[in-house]
C-alpha cells in the first residue's frame, strides 16, 4: 500500500508522498533477460574503451613506472570492490546499484550521495568517450569529417535510439560490439610484439622530482599522480549491479558477470600497458589521441586496429548510456529525482532516464575538453567507490544476518583495502586536475541542493530501495 502524505520515514529527516496504485507499473523494467554472459559483456563493454584511449595521459604523470604501479593499485582496488559488489548486488539485486546498497547502510543521505556520485561518473564518461570517438573518425578521415560534433550527435542519437527498442535487445548490441574490440586488442598486441623494444618504456628523461629515475621519471608523486588514468582502464566495470532487475537469476548471475568481466580487464590492462607503450614509446604515448595505432608501424595493421577501436569507444558509450539510465531511473522511481524521469516506455525502457542525461552529456561533449571530462568522470566513480567500500563494511557488521548468495572473498578486509584506495584516488584527482574536481564538486553540490530542499520531503515509500530500508528498520525493532 502507499504511503499516506507526507508519512515520515524511518530517517528523522525524510518523509514520504502518497502514489497511485499505478505508479511503479508505469515504471517497471524487463525482467529476467540478462544472464551472465550478457552481464559479463557488459562490464567488459564499459570499459574497452580505456584500453584504447585514455590511459597512457598517465605516462605524463608518472612516466611508465609510475603508471605501471598505479595500475597494479587500482587493479587491486577494482577486483577487492568487484568481490563486495558481488555480494551486495546479490543480496539487494534492484536498479539502483551503488545507491541502492549506500541506502541500506547509510541512510537516504548517504544512499542520494552514492547515486549521484555513480550518476556524475555515468553521465559524464560518454562524453569524454565521444569526444576520443570524434578524433578516431577523423583520424580515419570518415565521411570527410572534420568537426567532432555532428559525430558526438550521431553516437547519442543512434545509440539511444537502440536503447529506447529494450534492454534485451540492447545488451546483445552490447555483447558483439565488445567482442570485436577484445578482437581489435588482440590483434593489435600480436602486432606490437614485433615492435616492441623495452628501451622505449623509459624513453621519457627523469626530472628533479624526489625518487626520479628512468623508471619513475616523476618521481614517486608521480605514481600517485598516475591514478585517475590507471583508472581508466577498469571504469564502470561496477555498472553490472545496475542491470540486477533485469537480470536471470541474479543471485547467481550477478557474481559471476562481474568477476568474469574483471578477470579479463585486468589482463588487457596489463598488456595494453606494456606493449602499447613498449612499441610506440612512452613520450609518444603519452600525447597520443589514439595510442594503439600510433605504436605501430606503418601497414595494414593499423588501419584495422584504428577500426577496431572505433568500436571499442562506441562499446563502452553505448554501455554506460545502459548505466546512466538505470542510475537515473531508480533514483526517480524513489523520488530522489524528479518522477517523470523513471516512466518506461512499452518495451520497459526509461525514456527520459536516456535522453535527459543524454542530453547534458552531448552539451559537454562541446567543450572539445576530453581529458577534463575524464578527471571529472574519474572523480565522481571514486567518491562512490569511498561509499559503496563503507556500506559493505557496515552492513557486514550491521547485518549479519542479511541473506547473501554471495559472500566477498575475505569479508570486510578486502573492501577495506578498496576503501582506502579508492579514498587516495579521490585525492590523486585534485591532484591532476583541480579544475576537474572542483567542477565535479560544483555539480555535486547542485545535486545535494535539491535533494535538501526539495526531494527529500517526497520520496516513494513504494520504492524497492526504499522498502528494503523499511525492512530492515522493522528488524531491527523486533531485535
Known sequence: MPAEPHVRTTHPTTATEAVDPGYLDRRRLRSGTAGWVLLAGLGVAAVISGDYAGWNFGLAEGGFGGLLIATVLMGVMYTAMVFGLAELGAALPTAGGGYTFARRALGPWGGYAAGVAVLIEYAIAPAAIATFTGGYVESLGLFGITDGWWVYLAVYALFIGIHLMGVGEALKVVLAIA??????????????????????????????????????PFGLLGIWAAFPFAIWFFLAVECVPLAAEEAKDPARSMPRGIVAAMGVLAVLAVLMLVFTTGAGGAQVISESANPPVDALQEGGLRTVVNYMGLVGLVASFFSIVYAYSRQTFALSRAGYLPRALSVTNGRKAPVLALVVPGAIGFLLTLTGQGAVLLNMAVFGATVSYVLMMTSHIVLRRREPDLERPYRTPGGTATTGVALVLAALAVVATFLVDPLAAVLTLGAYALFLAYFAVYSRHHLVAAAPEEEFAALAAAEEDLR
Open 179 to 216: 567482442a570485436v574490440a577484445v578482437l581489435g586488442l588482440v590483434l593489435f598486441l600480436l602486432g606490437a610484439i614485433g615492435d616492441f623494444d623495452a628501451a622505449n618504456l623509459t624513453d621519457i628523461a627523469p626530472t628533479d622530482a624526489v625518487g626520479a629515475s628512468e623508471f619513475l
